[in-house]
C-alpha cells in the first residue's frame, strides 16, 4: 500500500473509532440546547473525505474536523471576535467533558 493510500484508510480508521466522541457530544449539545456546537459537531461527522482530513489535522479526526467546521460555521454567522472565543470556550468545554 503507498504512503498517501495507507495514510487515508488510517484516517478513515481513526474516524470510526472517534464516532463514539462525535455522538457523545452531539447528544451533550442537544442536551444543553446548544444548536451551534451540534451544527459543528454533526457536519465535522458527515465529512466523509479523508485525503481532506489529513490536511486539516493528522493526529485527530475529533479534533481537526471539530476546529475546522467551528471556524466555517463562525464564518456563515458572521461572529464577531469575543463570539467566536465563547464559541471556541463552549467546544473546548465539551472535549473536555470527553475526558471525564
Do not use: C
Amino acid at each position: 500500500m503507498q504512503g498517501l493510500e495507507f495514510m487515508i484508510k488510517r484516517a478513515e480508521y481513526r474516524k470510526l473509532k472517534e464516532a463514539d466522541l462525535f455522538q457523545r457530544v452531539i447528544k451533550w449539545a442537544r442536551e444543553d440546547n446548544d444548536e451551534i456546537i451540534v451544527e459543528i459537531v454533526e457536519r465535522a461527522f458527515a465529512d466523509d473525505d479523508a485525503e481532506h482530513w489529513l490536511t486539516i489535522h493528522p493526529a485527530s479526526s475529533y479534533s481537526g474536523l471539530t476546529g475546522y467546521y467551528m471556524e466555517i460555521v463562525a464564518r456563515e454567522r458572521e461572529l464577531n471576535g469575543n463570539e467566536r472565543r465563547l464559541l471556541t470556550k463552549r467546544l473546548a468545554e465539551y472535549g473536555k467533558r470527553l475526558l471525564e
